[in-house]
């Protein structure tokens, strides 16, 4: 195995929600603020002519003992099959990364203000990329019954 190296963030997100549940992120008008010790107004410049952007956390306040290597029931859940974690999004992933495509609703200097993000206030951010159609999957889409299940109430 390789070496661990080391991440800084590029930002914190600000939000009212500080419990990770795990459904209703629509319902949640974020914004990422960039540390502005490192970065100026023109690290996001161009970025509010994009409708989304995909952005690269941390779940930083998952357990060391929560973390899963295997497989596991999605949420708990019995009834859906028990799949490996590299099989699911769950937040208890061996490197803790989370992704996920947001709608841009502004870009107010060092502020990125989205709608869609699923991590709670004081996540830190490793980076932000646009969401080009280039780079979305090419070709029809497969994924299994318990899949689209999971996400009818997440957004």
């Known amino acids: 195995m390789?070496?661990?190296?080391?991440?800084?963030?590029?930002?914190?997100?600000?939000?009212?929600?500080?419990e990770?549940?795990?459904?209703?992120?629509?319902?949640?008008s974020t914004r990422?603020?960039?540390d502005t010790t490192v970065f100026d107004d023109e690290a996001l410049m161009g970025l509010d002519s994009f409708s989304h952007a995909?952005?690269?956390?941390l779940f930083d306040r998952v357990a060391d003992a929560k973390i899963v290597t295997g497989a596991r029931h999605p949420r708990g859940q019995t009834d859906w099959p028990k799949?490996?974690?590299?099989?699911?999004?769950?937040k208890n992933r061996p490197?803790?990364?989370?992704?996920?495509?947001?709608?841009i609703h502004a870009v107010e200097g060092t502020v990125l203000h989205l709608k869609g993000l699923d991590a709670i206030d004081?996540?830190?951010?490793?980076?932000i990329k646009p969401v080009m159609?280039?780079?979305?999957?090419?070709?029809e889409l497969r994924e299994p019954g318990w899949a689209k299940e999971i996400m009818q109430t997440y957004w």
């Open 2 to 18: 390789r070496d661990p190296f080391l991440m800084k963030p590029v930002g914190t997100v600000r939000c009212t929600r500080s």
């Open 20 to 28: 990770t549940t795990d459904d209703d992120w629509d319902a949640e």
């Open 32 to 34: 990422i603020e960039l």
């Open 54 to 57: 995909e952005v690269i956390f």
């Open 83 to 90: 799949i490996g974690i590299f099989a699911q999004r769950g």
């Open 95 to 103: 490197n803790r990364l989370g992704a996920t495509i947001c709608e």
């Open 122 to 127: 004081g996540t830190p951010v490793l980076d």
């Open 133 to 139: 159609s280039g780079f979305q999957p090419r070709g």
